[in-house]
């Protein structure tokens, strides 16, 4: 079955790069995503990476995906108090519906 | 088109009573899913649809919950007899089909809170 698994908290200084952890146990996953979620809102997908790729980047947003170890990252480069939010990791399964980790809280500190 | 939309906001209601949540999709998506996030979690798939045509429903969605999607357009999800746990946000997503791998476009929510 799918369990996405991610750590709780993350704090780190305005201006420094964030990583964001995210594990998964569904070999078949084809797609994997990040999501952001601001208080009280939504979500808002952020990336998404294919698996047979190794890496995506997109402007300040870097996916790293280890498909033999199920790794999955995100690296948030020159991170701004905006970013402040929880961040959830999701893995499509093979009936193309979205499993979801319990998401990282991310500070950004001033 | 504005997006998901989701109603109500928020709703508050007594134990045994029966809640209503409604969602309408972006247009053109004819693929919509039923979440449920409580504190502290992700969201937990419940169910989701394809055009009129409910294909998979989550151990999660106990007898007391149905959800419906009658012209393939908007849907509603309706819990009968409230428990408190079932307090949580409930969420709305709609996808393309073939386009599903861009991910769900999510809704803002309806938070439960069973008093």
């Known amino acids: ?14 201006g420094d790069s964030s990583v ?3 594990t ?6 084809t797609y994997l995503y990040w999501y952001k979620q601001e208080p009280g809102a939504g979500l808002q997908l952020l990336t998404y990476i294919f698996s047979n790729m190794d890496m995506k980047q997109d402007q300040r947003l870097t996916v790293l995906l280890n498909k033999k170890d199920k790794h999955l990252s995100l690296r948030i480069a020159d991170t701004q108090t905006g970013d402040s ?11 193309n519906n979205l499993f ?4 990282t809280r991310l500070t950004v500190i001033p | 088109d504005t997006g998901v939309s989701q109603d109500p906001r928020h709703k508050i209601t007594k134990r045994g009573q029966n809640v209503t949540f409604r969602c309408d999709p972006i247009s053109e998506h004819n693929r919509l899913y039923w979440y449920r996030q409580t504190l502290g979690q992700g969201p937990e798939f ?16 106990s007898d007391r919950f149905s959800a419906e999607r009658p012209k393939g357009s908007f849907s509603t999800l309706e819990i009968q007899r ?7 946000m409930y969420l709305c997503a709609s996808s393309l089909e073939g386009t599903v791998n861009y991910g769900y476009t999510f809704g803002s929510g309806t938070r439960l809170t069973v008093v």
């Open chain 1, 24 to 29: 998964y146990t569904d070999s078949s996953s």
């Open chain 2, 46 to 61: 419940l169910t989701y649809f394809q055009n009129e045509a409910q294909l998979e429903k989550s151990r999660l969605l």
């Open chain 2, 82 to 88: 409230t428990e408190q746990g079932d307090s949580a």
């Open chain 1, 85 to 95: 939010a929880i961040y959830f990791c999701a893995e499509r399964n093979g009936a």
């Open chain 1, 1 to 14: 079955g799918e369990d996405v698994e991610q750590s709780l908290f993350l704090s780190v200084r305005e």
């Open chain 1, 100 to 103: 979801f980790g319990t998401g």
């Open chain 1, 20 to 22: 964001i952890n995210c």
